[in-house]
């Protein structure tokens, strides 16, 4: 009898939780460290964007001299500060240092993805529903059974016309 | 002394009508719901899964008889094919006379996140054209195919190519090393796998990333400036606000067939080495011996020519035909430009060929 309160709880949701607590605690220490990791390429990022836009701003200066007084001056001006910030820019974009430091950026990201991920399927799994890996399965199975009724079909259509 | 600064009061001027433009934008713009972005009248003839196969009425009397089979990209929708009457480009090949039809990939959700390659290309794709083929009674049809589209289209061509009369690959993605733009950048060093196995299908979102990169000072300011300053012009507000529209409206790329596009053909580059497979079936372009039109924009900076050319001198064809035109990605499709000189001269090769 005094084992019934117990087995009334393993089916709870406290204890669910409760037995994967520790997994929410690893996964926010790990959190933690994508996140100072995810900090530094985001500081990366940042910086290569202002350098581009002082360094922009450099070329301007030494292009447009003169405050523009008139509409047409400032037109003139405009389109000189579009084209030189539009073509460092680009310039930025299409580089290597770019290239890979936002890649980075982007991989840090998504691992803090996955970490609230593996936290929310604690969460799923207390509550008894599906976690995203047992959704991902069911459509993997589903897209391969698309894929078999098709060839079926095919097969069908195929021995019919014969 | 105190120096006198002298405004010129046309730039006073200028301020004043611009933020009166401003305050008068929502009276005179319509709300982006009420812009509908199908101009051309049709019929959708045939769905599988999410993909809608679209058949456009006929404008003239008589129509040529191969029917052509338009596989937009990707990216965005179809919708700007046939943006506005003007612009439109279905609407001036129905006018040219030709059986026009094209496939709508759909929008995407999380439970498609495994359609890949061999689905768009062995599933969708060939059974649009094994369907028109039936129902126009002919045994081959004309396939364009228009940048991410176009790297579908090649792969389809050269699997099946007793199915294509012509080909048509306009802006294709098909060589990514020699690719110059930012997107091919930001490709190149994408964990593509990471992606997709944490989020599944490629997020709008990202995209939107994407399109802030390319010429963010024209495309992000002076854009919008031009839009506010030619507030009262109907005809470019008009334009401006389906553009806007179609360019806001891209829906999510399948997980799977994203890994395999963006390793296969920005990573690798393995569809120009003829190195390229799709469930396990060789992409040879050597077997694109059909006549191919390859049409190609000087100032693409989505896909750039360096990217789209080399599938002129790759492709096993004799009756070969590149062009190349100097607008940008969109002006190829969508522009007066692409009405007085694209088209034409499209329709031109084709009839000969139909």
Redesign the interface.
């Known amino acids: 009898m005094s084992s019934k309160p117990q087995a009334l709880a393993s089916t709870g949701p406290m204890r669910a939780f409760a037995a994967n607590s520790k997994k929410v605690s690893t996964e926010l220490i790990e959190i933690n460290e994508s996140l100072l990791e995810f900090n530094k390429f985001l500081t990366e990022y940042y910086k290569q964007l202002s350098e581009t836009w002082n360094e922009a701003q450099k070329k301007v200066n030494l292009k447009a001299p003169e405050v523009p007084q008139d509409v047409e001056q400032i037109e003139v001006f405009k389109r000189i500060w579009i084209d030189i910030f539009d073509n460092d820019f680009t310039e930025l974009f299409d580089s290597k240092k770019f290239g890979e430091n936002y890649g980075k950026l982007v991989s840090k990201e998504l691992e803090l993805t996955k970490h609230w991920n593996n936290i929310s399927n604690v969460i799923l799994q207390a509550a008894n529903l599906p976690s995203k890996e047992e959704i991902d399965e069911v459509y993997k199975e589903l897209h391969a059974l698309k894929k078999r009724i098709t060839k079926l079909e095919i097969e069908s259509k195929k021995k019919k016309s014969e | 002394m105190k120096s006198e600064s ?1 405004i ?1 009061p ?2 006073m001027e ?1 301020i004043i009508r611009f933020n009166k433009n401003i305050i008068n934008a929502p009276k005179l713009v319509d709300a982006p719901d009420e812009i509908v972005l199908e101009v051309t009248p049709h019929d959708v003839v045939q769905e599988i ?1 999410k993909t809608r196969l679209l058949h456009y009425k006929p404008l003239t009397d008589k129509q040529h008889k191969t029917p052509l089979v338009i596989s937009y990209a990707l990216i965005n929708r179809y919708h700007i094919l046939d943006i506005q009457p003007e612009k439109s480009w279905v609407r001036n090949l129905v006018q040219q006379g030709f059986d026009v039809y094209m496939l709508d990939w759909g929008n995407p959700t ?6 890949d390659f061999d ?1 768009y290309v062995n ?1 969708y794709l060939d059974g649009a054209i094994e369907f028109i083929k039936n129902e126009s009674s002919v045994e081959k049809v004309s396939l364009q195919g228009y940048c991410t589209g176009a790297t579908l289209a090649t792969a389809y061509t050269t699997l099946h190519p007793e199915s294509v009369k012509n080909y048509i690959a306009t802006a294709p993605v098909i060589d990514g090393w020699r690719d ?3 997107i091919s ?2 490709a ?4 593509v796998e ?2 997709v196995d ?3 299908n490629m997020p709008p979102e990202f995209m939107y990333y994407c399109f802030s ?6 495309q992000g ?2 854009k919008y400036v031009n839009f506010f300053k030619n507030i009262d012009n109907k005809k470019f507000v008009d334009n401006f606000l389906r553009v806007e529209k179609w360019l806001s409206d891209t829906p999510p790329i399948p997980g799977e067939l994203f890994k395999q596009w963006i390793k296969d053909i920005y990573q690798d580059n393995l569809l120009i080495q003829n190195k390229m497979y799709v469930n396990n079936n060789h992409i040879d372009l050597k077997k694109i011996d059909m006549p191919i039109f390859t049409q190609v924009a000087v100032g693409d900076h989505l896909v750039s020519p360096e990217c789209s050319m080399p599938l002129h001198y790759a492709v096993g064809s004799e009756d070969k035909t590149l062009r190349m035109y100097p607008t940008g990605h969109v002006g190829m499709i969508a522009s007066s430009l692409s009405q007085k000189k694209v088209l034409p001269e499209l329709g031109k090769w084709l009839l000969e060929r139909s």
Do not use: A, C
């Open positions: 002298k010129d046309k730039i200028e899964d999380s439970m498609d996140k495994y359609l689905d599933g110059t733009t930012v950048n930001l190149k060093n994408m964990d990471k992606m944490i989020i599944g990169v390319l010429k963010p000072f024209e300011i002076e």
